[in-house]
């Protein structure tokens, strides 16, 4: 048990580095309800409630846990951490004088505690607030400083990169100054991190951040994909080096849409595709303000090809959706989407334990008229069991698999494996997951045993949740405009 938890928790940790934090909070959640979590239940329960204040904005849920933490961890770090959490909160929805007591308790509790410093500096703060007006202000400069431009992860853990541009690049400090150094076409700039500086064809450069900037409207070249914008490398606490491409948001679209549905799909598809990757997008920029980067450029984001994948048809979406979005109470939402439904989509909460009110379940026959929608599959107990391995699940020789819960849409929650050394229980779209999504396409499926395996009959592909990418080709090709296509999946949200 205790070297599951262990297991989870190293899972939850790389789905919330990586951004993933519906899945995050999944995991989070699994760790709480096993009986013998010990430490990690703590560090599950504050890390749930950080996703649920920072990235959800749902500062209840978050309130609650956080009070989980205080009541059972009485007298320990968490507790400091929660309390001082919660008045953060409180500070942020503008109960001043309830923050101003939670901040005055932090001190008395925890005299010596790490975040005295701020305590003092922020119960000072609650005791005088700004205005209205200066809230709206602060708001409104940190939104257009935020939606300039797009931070996407191009590169991640190279010991070495390359780069060279359509133009001379120009190599700075992020945090301004002259240029350093100019590498002009065809000329690529070779850059390395050792002896702690990062150096450049050789030249060292006493720092650990570097911006690349291509002269004259150029592009950059990095990992053989082309992009606009800048490209700023990072060297991580491992001596690693990141690259991420800073990109207007837009420009970033435009290497989106084609890799996320076929170019020669009808045009109406392709502007709700352009719609629901540009929201996704907004949402991360908001949340991820603090972080290095606001999302990837792989499926665990949304696909970015640069701008090589660019066609004209799936720009022509990008241009005529322009700066439209999905809200909800005025904010962007958490557009997720997938393949194809089979003919229902899926409660977020039965896929990542937590409920969404836009992400809810909608009968979808369209999906279920499209090609391909019905599929069959087969895996041997031993594939089951090599795929359980390989991903840290110690299980003997595996004897039978069934459906231990469904949601009401029919997808598997909970699949029961029977094995020589017991029974281990999985979410259906981490069983998904691990064994290989392009074999089990959704967990709509029925399972059926035999001898040597599981046959599984299924309909759909993805996660079920959101915008079906067949769904919307459907309705598209059956005269549904983009904006009509969009409020069928995600119900309750404006378009703005």
Known sequence: MADDTARKMREAEAHFNRGEYLEALNDYQEIVEQPKAGEHRPKALMMSATIYSTFLKDHEAALA???QVRTKYPGSVYEADALFETAMIQYEKARYGEASRLFDLYLKKFPSGSRRDVAYFMRDASDHPPSERERREREQVTRRKRTESIRVLVLEGATET?????SSLEIRNPNGGAVLQTINTPQEARVRFKGGVLSVNGKAWPVTELVLSPTRGGTVRVNGATYRGNLKLIVTGHGRINAVNQVDIEDYLYGVVPKEMPPNWPEEALKAQAVVSRTFARYQMDTNGAREYDINSTTASQVYGGSAAGTDRTSRAVDATRGIILTFNGKPALTYFHANS???TEDARHVWRVAIP????????YSAQAPGAAWTSFLSFDQIRDAMSRNGLKVGKISDLETASQSPSGRAIRLKITHSAGTTVL????FRTITDPAVIK??????ERNSQGIRFEGRGS???VGLSQWGARMMAEGGSPYRE????????LSLE
Do not use: E, P, W
Request: hydrophobic fraction near 30%; charge should be positive.
């Open 65 to 67: 846990l956080y009070g």
């Open 162 to 166: 390359r780069v060279s541009s359509s």
């Open 342 to 344: 089979g003919g229902m």
């Open 358 to 365: 836009y992400l809810q379940s909608v009968s979808d026959g």
């Open 427 to 430: 979410g259906g779209n981490q």
């Open 442 to 447: 959704s967990t709509l499926f029925k399972a």
């Open 462 to 464: 993805g996660h079920g």
């Open 485 to 492: 296509i969009l409020l069928h999946y995600y119900r309750g």
